[in-house]
């Protein structure tokens, strides 16, 4: 099992910076890849930046990942009105005994970007 914990969301002005962070823990052979989804009140949830980003925050946006700590970090420039939503991190981990590659998602985050 893998335990997603994300921080680092909050209210902000727009033109502002947060920096997200997630960690991952519990019992596991190793993380293969870790991602950032976000959903907006009314909207389907959205992949916002992972092994690609989504256009809308390109170039505003950054992920990064310290392996050693099993923590990815979503650093969030130029933030917008239009980036108000729940901010959901994702892993997908090899389990211990092996197995296929199962997904995971933590709680969320709110960001919330005020014009």
């Known amino acids: 099992q893998v335990h997603l914990v994300e921080s680092g969301g909050g209210l902000v002005q727009a033109g502002g910076s947060l920096r997200l962070s997630c960690a991952a823990s519990?019992?596991?052979?190793?993380?293969?890849?870790m991602g950032w989804y976000r959903q907006a009140p009314g909207k389907q949830r959205e992949l916002v930046a992972g092994a690609e980003y989504a256009d809308s925050v390109k170039g505003r946006f950054t992920i990064s990942r310290d392996n050693a700590k099993n923590t990815v970090y979503l650093q969030m420039n130029s933030l917008k009105p239009e980036d108000t939503a729940v901010y959901y991190c994702a892993a997908e981990a090899l389990l211990e005994g092996g197995g296929s590659p199962v997904d995971y998602w933590g709680q969320g985050t709110q960001v919330t970007v005020s014009s």
């Open positions: 519990g019992s596991f052979f190793s993380i293969i890849g």
